[in-house]
């Protein structure tokens, strides 16, 4: 999609990953920031395009985690336990109502939803930063 730091090892992960999952709600944090990358003259209107069809390509092959309210409450306990924002903490939310269905591995690069997602005993990856 975009070039950014740890972009070819979160390409080569996900590559190996026996599936990837996420909340629904990536999928519009992903065209917000390519939009905003458009308007602050870091991506051309082609690349925003191109980012955007490689966006949806992938997406069809992810397992999507809705919001619904067990979601809503659970991400609502996080952030209140760990001053998280709220979509961080929807993140960290999607990611633990799949443990139950086996390991769970989190990805991400901001250090306050790492925190938190470490204190739901999730697997990170990268394992440091």
Do not use: C, K, N
């Not at 070039?3 to 026996?18: C, K, M, N, Q, V």
């Not at 992903?30 to 390509?57: C, K, S």
């Amino acid at each position: 999609m975009v070039t950014e730091p740890g972009s070819e090892e979160a390409h080569a992960f996900a590559d190996r990953a026996e599936a990837l999952a996420s909340s629904t709600v990536a999928y519009a944090e992903a065209r917000a920031a390519l939009a905003r990358g458009r308007i602050e003259g870091r991506f051309t209107e082609q690349e925003v395009a191109t980012a955007g069809t490689a966006l949806d390509r992938r997406w069809a092959h992810i397992l999507t985690i809705d919001v619904d309210d067990t979601i809503a409450h659970i991400a609502g306990d996080i952030a209140d336990a760990r001053t998280l924002r709220a979509l961080d903490a929807v993140h960290v939310a999607s990611a633990v109502s799949l443990v139950q269905e086996g390991q769970v591995v989190f990805a991400s690069w901001d250090r306050r939803q790492r925190a938190s997602a470490a204190a739901e005993l999730l697997i990170l990856f990268p394992e440091s930063l």
